[in-house]
């Protein structure tokens, strides 16, 4: 069965940095495209940024600029790299593969 497991979110200043990690087992990890999206308190869950088999990547308005989403196929770990962090990027942040979400994990940006 296909597992996720989200990690690397914690509490960060405005404008700092954080990288978050989701690894993926049960499934041909490769193959498949990933994609991060994220759920704030009150608020529906939104789409933040994709990566292809190959590579290509597309983001949400509001993660353009300042989120880099990348893989590593051979660890079968997808990443985002999220800089100049703002107070409106307070979510708990989700992978997403073939419709298999992972428990998440949180984000708390606030000085």
């Known amino acids: 069965q296909v597992q996720l497991v989200e990690s690397g979110g914690g509490l960060e200043q405005p404008g700092g940095s954080l990288r978050l990690s989701c690894a993926a087992s049960g499934v041909i990890f490769s193959i498949y495209r990933m994609h991060w999206y994220r759920q704030a308190p009150g608020n529906q869950r939104e789409w933040v940024a994709t990566i292809t088999k190959g590579g290509s990547t597309v983001y949400a308005d509001s993660a353009k600029g300042r989120f880099t989403i990348s893989r590593d196929n051979a660890k079968n770990t997808v990443y985002l790299q999220m800089n100049s962090l703002k107070p409106e990027d307070t979510a708990v942040y989700y992978c997403?593969?073939?419709?298999?979400w992972g428990k998440g994990t949180l984000v708390t940006v606030s000085s």
């Open positions: 997403n593969i073939l419709g298999h």
